[in-house]
């Protein structure tokens, strides 16, 4: 499975696929590979249906990711640039769109883009020494990846414009304070425990409605669409699924449910 350059892809016994961004000695910086590569493996998650959840990670101790690769970035002119941006907008869609849990393990620096990777995960997972920030302005540019919208759901707009406008940091702790991670815990074999029991969770449960949650909680945030239709049309579809029956019956007869995903 791993014909990625700067990805490495591992899928264990229970069909949880671990991704991990693998260019350590960049600290994990995403280049337009990486991007691409990104692309292609999240793809291949909505295809495959062996694969039921996703854990996103950095290789090595320092970093998640630590933002778009600065050396290419500083070539980009006003037409490269919107599309450097779109293309980044469009894989981390991917991501949050997912009708599988995707989960990010921040097992260090979550900077610029690779903080904006994390906020299209569904969820967030730090370690202790993770560190989030969108330092962009630093370098007289601002987030690309969705970073402005994203940050904006997550914190809200003052937090959101104080963080984006400095670029400061935040630990672990804050970021958890401020709804930015879900949990944080102290080492990263912690990391990938919480991730692997939050994960286990939640394939569990039927597949094709949690897959509607995404839909659903994603339509809250988007001005295109009435989020309490999107909610009744998705409620109405699990109806008629026999992961809606089961789960039901399953209940009745006072037994665990066995979902099919159909
Ligand atoms: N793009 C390209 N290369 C990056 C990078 C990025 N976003 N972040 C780190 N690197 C590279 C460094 O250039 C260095 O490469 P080198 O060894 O070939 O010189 C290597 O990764 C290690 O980084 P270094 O800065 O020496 O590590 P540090 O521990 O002193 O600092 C950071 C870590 C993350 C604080 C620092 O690297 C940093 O600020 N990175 C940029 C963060 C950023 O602005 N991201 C937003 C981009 S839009």
């Known amino acids: 499975m791993n014909e990625f350059e700067n990805l490495l ?3 264990n016994s229970t069909g949880i696929l671990f991704l991990t961004i693998n260019r350590p000695d960049k600290m994990n910086a995403l280049n337009s590979t990486t991007i691409e590569e990104i692309r292609t493996a999240i793809q291949r998650v909505y295809d495959d249906s062996t694969i039921r959840g996703v854990v996103i990670t950095g290789a090595g101790d ?3 990711i630590a933002g778009a690769d600065i ?3 500083a070539e980009l002119n006003e037409v490269n640039g919107r599309k450097f941006s779109e293309q980044g907008q469009e894989v981390f869609a991917l991501i949050e769109n997912c009708h599988k849990p995707v989960i990010a393990a921040v097992n260090g620096f979550a900077l610029g883009g ?4 994390a906020m299209a995960c569904h969820m967030r997972i730090a370690s202790q020494n993770a560190r989030f920030g969108q330092p962009e302005v630093n370098l007289g540019i601002i987030p690309g990846y969705g970073g402005t919208q994203r940050l ?3 914190v809200g707009k003052g937090k959101a414009l104080e963080l984006i406008m400095t670029g400061d940091m935040l ?3 804050e970021a958890k304070t401020l709804g930015l991670v879900n ?7 912690a990391l990938m425990e919480k991730c ?4 286990n969770k939640i394939i569990a449960k039927g597949p094709l409605a949690i897959g509607m949650v995404v839909d659903c909680v994603n339509a809250a945030y988007d001005p295109k669409q009435d989020g309490y239709q999107v909610e009744a049309n998705s409620f109405g579809s699990c109806c008629r699924t026999g992961d809606f029956k089961e789960g039901t019956r399953a209940f009745l007869e006072k037994r665990k449910a066995k979902f099919s995903g159909n």
Do not use: N, W, Y
């Open 9 to 11: 892809l591992d899928i």
């Open 114 to 117: 690779g903080c904006e990777l």
């Open 62 to 64: 320092k970093a998640f």
């Open 183 to 189: 949990h944080v815990v102290p080492s990263r074999e």
């Open 152 to 154: 904006t759901q997550l």
């Open 171 to 173: 630990g672990a702790e």
């Open 196 to 199: 692997l029991e939050l994960m």
């Open 71 to 73: 050396a290419e970035l």
